[in-house]
């Protein structure tokens, strides 16, 4: 088994993350002005890793008492796999633990949120100014005392709604403080929230609240994106009646005025009704309610949220975290990964939206449980747009506000290296403490940039490693502990016994490519896929095990190898989800989208390579040759154009291929699988096509798909 056989979906040139041997020795806290590390040395994680592993019981308990419990847990753990029970008898509150607790500690004047949106004006050729933009952007600050007004109110506004402990509150809405607050006030009457990202489309609302059993839904009537509206309420209104065919009933529709200048929004007032559903204005029932509203007291073990995420089945699977093993396991997470400390003048930021995991993690709960003010961005990095093309928005955000933790995706950070070196240059980033990444793996060069011209070669790095599954960080240097190579995310955190092995659950050596696996449960792991437990046994439970007990371990579904000194790089995702722009996506998600289309026979979607987006969107497309007589059409420019729309309208524009190959048919196997790794070859423009093709239904199809490169 050599280092490339786990390569589908890889985005990693294994070529040049083998040969990577460069090495970034961690630096002491006060050359970044830090007062300490949290974790100082090698040493010292190695032996708290031992002992978290060794007594994982011991470990959990002195991290989970880091919490505030109305009643104290009486046992760590019930483990019966794949089933955790974790701080058995506990009762707490999340948004208390994030919110309240400060502020009875005598800290509600501090920052919670700063919050920068997104619309400014250019800057026009005035002399006198000494802004880059003629307007300044929008600032808002809420500290701890405005955070427990705001939940409070829009608490007892859910509650008014009929909103009741257990139920599941959908929300879709742009990043403005009212998300947050919107998130925090479902956990503060113990509903759960179910986050949607403002970027997916009617039809993925729809699926995901019925899914979910979800009645009330809190958006906005838009939000802005590179200048232009999202049309939130627009798409919601779709949603609805959607959901009213399906006979799915959704109450109430709670909406915040964002934008204003929508026509659906200006005819609308509190009462109105769409279907069945009652809409409602925030300012005329979260304004207007009690600022009164006392935190349910929750089980350890009761749901906090559920967040969809993309499947190798076409449909997206409901992730269910709950309350006690989440928080704990975020705030350590968030406090470790980048050193946070309360009152020492930090300001966290994390440019991830809310709507995916990375945005409930590291933009709300672990870094307001940790007392460190949270930045939240409404916008694209290039609004405004500069003349030569792209924008420097981040790094003026970053130096407006005193950032001292970033944390971005490669995606990104390969987009801000093609605008240019100039654009972080002109900008005064000397705030910065320590940089971090999410998403994907990072490329070396990619890497090295962030270090050179983000980090100006002061800041440790943390490449950290997780899933949407995991809750927070399973893997990542500690920033002045580990020393760091560009492309690894290095050691396993604190509690997680993370391993490569093979398909019989044998540990691997170096540098053999293998599955990564966790063999013991962690406070932070899902507890199930919502209504659907066949598929959290079989997605995660079923493929590895411990070859000596049966007992099943945890498969995250990526390919992994690790080094001579334990690091561990990961080489992408072994099943038929590929990450495009750091965003997770089913194939089968974008194929059910194309078959939807009256033209289209059969569609096969495979991820290739990509520069900035680590994946491109490939879809190969057989056509209904009737429709396209019946209809005068051909398999066109104009076609793919209507193709492409359409996954957009079905899915949401981040699943637009990047390309749409037509062909007669699909290669297959006997059986009658479609030959995606052969498809995938061709796609990527592999020379020799690596598949043996003998088990090909029919041969001219190859030869065929190979005459329609581009
Ligand atoms: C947090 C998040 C999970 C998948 C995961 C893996 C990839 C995330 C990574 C990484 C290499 C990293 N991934 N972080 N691969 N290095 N630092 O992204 O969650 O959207 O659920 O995606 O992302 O393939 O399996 P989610």
């Given at each position: 088994m050599g280092a490339g056989w786990y390569t589908p979906g890889m985005s990693q040139n294994i070529e040049s993350?083998?040969?990577?041997?460069?090495?970034?020795?961690?630096?002491?806290?006060?050359?970044?002005?830090?007062?300490?590390?949290?974790?100082?040395?090698?040493?010292?994680?190695?032996?708290?890793?031992?002992?978290?592993?060794?007594d994982p019981e011991g470990f959990w308990r002195e991290e989970a008492k880091r919490l505030a419990w109305f009643r104290p847990f009486d046992r760590v753990l019930e483990?019966?796999?794949?089933?955790?029970?974790?701080?058995?008898?506990?009762?707490?509150?999340?948004?208390?633990?994030?919110?309240?607790?400060?502020?009875?500690?005598?800290f509600g004047e501090c920052e919670a949120i700063i919050w920068e949106g997104e619309p400014v004006s250019p800057r026009t050729n005035h002399p006198s100014s000494t802004s880059r933009y003629a307007s300044e952007p929008e600032i808002r600050r809420l500290t701890y005392r405005d955070l427990l007004v705001q939940t409070s109110k829009a608490a007892n506004a859910l509650k008014a709604l009929g909103v009741?402990?257990?139920?599941v509150v959908t929300i879709y809405m742009p990043m403005v403080p009212e998300l947050a607050v919107a998130i925090l006030a479902c956990a503060r009457i113990g509903a759960a929230h179910s986050v949607i990202f403002g970027?997916?489309?009617?039809?993925?609302?729809?699926?995901?609240?019925?899914?979910?059993?979800?009645?009330?839904?809190?958006?906005?009537?838009?939000g802005y994106r590179r200048g232009e509206v999202v049309p939130l309420l627009r798409n919601v209104e779709e949603a609805l009646g959607l959901l009213r065919n399906h006979g799915h009933v959704v109450e109430h529709?709670?909406?915040?005025?964002?934008?204003?200048?929508?026509?659906?929004?200006?005819?609308?007032?509190?009462?109105?009704?769409?279907?069945?559903?009652?809409?409602?204005?925030?300012?005329?029932?979260?304004?207007?309610?009690?600022?009164?509203?006392?935190?349910?007291?929750?089980?350890?073990?009761?749901?906090?949220?559920?967040?969809?995420?993309?499947g190798s089945t076409g449909k997206p699977k409901g992730i269910l975290h709950t309350t006690g093993g989440y928080l704990t396991f975020v705030q350590m997470t968030a406090r470790l990964s980048f050193n946070l400390m309360p009152d020492a003048g930090q300001v966290f930021w994390c440019s991830a939206d809310i709507g995916w995991v990375t945005g409930h993690s590291y933009v709300l709960y672990g870094i307001l449980m940790n007392r460190v003010p949270t930045l939240m961005y409404e916008g694209?990095?290039?609004?405004?747009?500069?003349?030569?093309?792209?924008?420097?928005?981040?790094?003026?955000?970053?130096?407006?506000?005193?950032?001292?933790?970033?944390?971005?995706?490669?995606?990104?950070?390969?987009?801000?290296?093609?605008?240019?070196?100039?654009?972080?240059?002109?900008?005064?980033?000397?705030?910065?403490?320590?940089?971090?990444?999410?998403?994907?793996?990072?490329?070396?060069?990619?890497?090295i940039w962030y270090h050179e011209h983000i980090g100006r070669k002061r800041c440790p790095i943390v490449d950290t490693y997780?899933?949407?599954?995991?809750?927070?960080?399973?893997?990542?240097p500690l920033p002045g502990a580990i020393a760091t190579k560009p492309g690894s995310c290095t050691l396993p955190m604190l509690g997680v016994d993370a391993v490569v092995v093979n398909e019989a659950g044998q540990e691997l050596g170096p540098n053999q490519g293998g599955l990564f696996a966790i063999r013991k449960p962690w406070p932070g792991m899902l507890r199930g896929v919502y209504g659907n437990r066949e598929r959290f046994v079989s997605n995660y439970w079923s493929r590895l095990k411990d070859p000596k007990t049966g007992e099943p371990w945890y498969f995250s579904a990526d390919g992994a190898r690790r080094d001579e000194d334990g690091y561990?790089?990961?080489?992408?995702?072994?099943?038929?989800?590929?990450?495009?722009?750091?965003?997770?996506?089913?194939?089968?998600?974008?194929?059910?989208?194309?078959?939807?289309?009256?033209?289209?026979?059969?569609?096969?979607?495979?991820?290739?390579?990509?520069?900035?987006?680590?994946?491109?969107?490939?879809?190969?497309?057989?056509?209904?040759?009737?429709?396209?007589?019946?209809?005068?059409?051909?398999?066109?420019?104009?076609?793919?154009?209507?193709?492409?729309?359409?996954?957009?309208?079905?899915?949401?524009?981040?699943?637009?291929?990047?390309?749409i190959r037509f062909a007669d048919g699909l290669p297959k196997t006997r059986s009658g699988k479609i030959m995606r790794r052969l498809l995938r070859d061709v796609a990527a423009g592999v020379e020799k096509i690596t598949q043996d093709t003998t088990t090909l239904e029919d041969f001219s199809v190859v030869a065929k798909l190979r005459e329609n490169e581009e």
């Open positions: 993350v083998l040969n990577e041997t460069r090495k970034f020795p961690p630096v002491p806290a006060a050359s970044l002005g830090f007062a300490r590390w949290h974790i100082g040395s090698e040493e010292e994680y190695r032996a708290l890793h031992a002992r978290s592993i060794a483990w019966s796999a794949p089933d955790a029970k974790w701080f058995v008898g506990g009762k707490l509150n999340a948004c208390y633990n994030c919110v309240d607790r400060h502020v009875q500690a005598g009741k402990k257990g139920d970027g997916f489309a009617p039809t993925a609302i729809s699926e995901r609240m019925i899914d979910a059993g979800s009645r009330v839904i809190v958006t906005a009537d838009g529709a709670l909406v915040l005025r964002r934008v204003g200048h929508e026509v659906a929004a200006g005819a609308m007032k509190t009462g109105d009704k769409r279907g069945e559903t009652v809409m409602h204005w925030w300012h005329d029932t979260v304004d207007r309610a009690s600022d009164a509203c006392p935190c349910a007291e929750m089980d350890s073990e009761d749901m906090l949220f559920l967040l969809y995420t993309s694209a990095p290039n609004f405004p747009a500069l003349p030569g093309g792209g924008g420097d928005r981040f790094w003026s955000i970053i130096a407006r506000h005193r950032v001292t933790q970033f944390y971005t995706a490669p995606t990104a950070i390969r987009t801000f290296m093609k605008w240019g070196d100039h654009l972080p240059a002109a900008h005064d980033l000397s705030s910065l403490k320590v940089l971090g990444t999410v998403g994907e793996p990072i490329n070396p060069e990619a890497w997780w899933q949407t599954e995991t809750g927070g960080h399973i893997v990542t561990f790089w990961v080489m992408g995702r072994v099943d038929d989800v590929i990450k495009v722009s750091g965003h997770l996506l089913g194939t089968m998600e974008v194929e059910s989208a194309l078959v939807s289309h009256p033209a289209v026979a059969e569609a096969a979607v495979v991820g290739v390579p990509h520069e900035i987006k680590g994946n491109a969107i490939c879809a190969f497309v057989s056509l209904k040759t009737h429709w396209l007589k019946a209809n005068n059409r051909h398999p066109d420019e104009l076609l793919r154009k209507e193709l492409t729309s359409h996954v957009a309208k079905e899915v949401g524009a981040l699943a637009k291929p990047d390309q």
